[in-house]
């Protein structure tokens, strides 16, 4: 596609419960990324893909996170038992391969949980 | 100390004038550096990329960098209303393949 695609937009869910967040990088984009934005933050590196293994999940808080990248695509990152503490805007980037040359960020999904 | 520290601002500019955003960093192995820009409620957009020590311009943009003693600046000249935006510095810290390390973003409001 022409720019990284993230949905939903906006995810509220409750305590506890399980979500999905889709990212889906500019086409022909080997490395994708995954970051993790608070308010008045920068943001933080959570996982870094290149094709379709994790090259780098340093940046995963807690083994409630989880990424795949099943056919060096698209990307679902998956967080368990939510937690309030999650809350943020959760931002996919993709580089056309991993050699830090700055990369170009999705829109965002911002999450919410109550 | 953080790894890539800025001042959180806001800074304020008048429309027309210079505004300098700067940011230094703790690796000093360090190579790739860059500048975001982002506008409330919007994701990071990459503005500028510099990996040699010295100046590096790019329209109203310059991008400054002095490896010794671990600065990079960012330079907007004739700033607009439109400037006004929060801009990150990134660093691309030795040992990694792609990940970037981000400061926390300096404010900059450009005054009419």
């Known amino acids: 596609g022409a720019g990284v695609s993230q949905t939903p937009s906006n995810k509220v869910t409750e305590k506890g419960k399980y979500v999905e967040l889709r990212c889906d990088p500019i086409?022909?984009?080997?490395?994708l990324y995954w970051y993790r934005q608070s308010l008045g933050q920068g943001p933080e590196f959570l996982i870094y893909f290149q094709g379709t293994g994790a090259a780098d999940d340093s940046g995963l808080p807690n083994d409630r996170f989880f990424a795949v990248r099943p056919e060096g695509s698209v990307s679902t990152l998956k967080i368990q038992r939510t937690e309030r503490g999650d809350s943020a805007v959760y931002l996919c980037?993709?580089?056309?391969?991993?050699?830090?040359?700055?990369?170009?960020f999705g829109s965002g999904t911002r999450l919410t949980v109550v | 100390q953080k790894e890539v520290e800025q001042n959180s601002g806001p800074l304020s500019v008048p429309e027309g004038a210079i505004a300098s955003l700067n940011c230094t960093y703790s690796d000093r192995g360090s190579q790739s550096f860059f500048w975001y820009r982002q506008y409330s409620g919007k994701s990071p957009e990459l503005i500028m990329s510099i990996y040699s020590n010295g100046d590096k311009e790019d329209g109203r943009f310059t991008a400054q960098l002095n490896k010794a003693s671990q600065y990079v600046s960012l330079l907007i000249r004739d700033s607009q209303p439109s400037d006004s935006a929060t801009y990150l510095c990134a660093v691309l810290m030795s040992g990694t393949a792609s990940k970037l390390t981000f400061g926390t973003g300096t404010r900059l409001q450009v005054t009419l």
């Open positions: 086409s022909g984009h080997t490395a």
């Open positions: 980037a993709s580089s056309p391969a991993g050699t830090g040359y700055g990369y170009t």
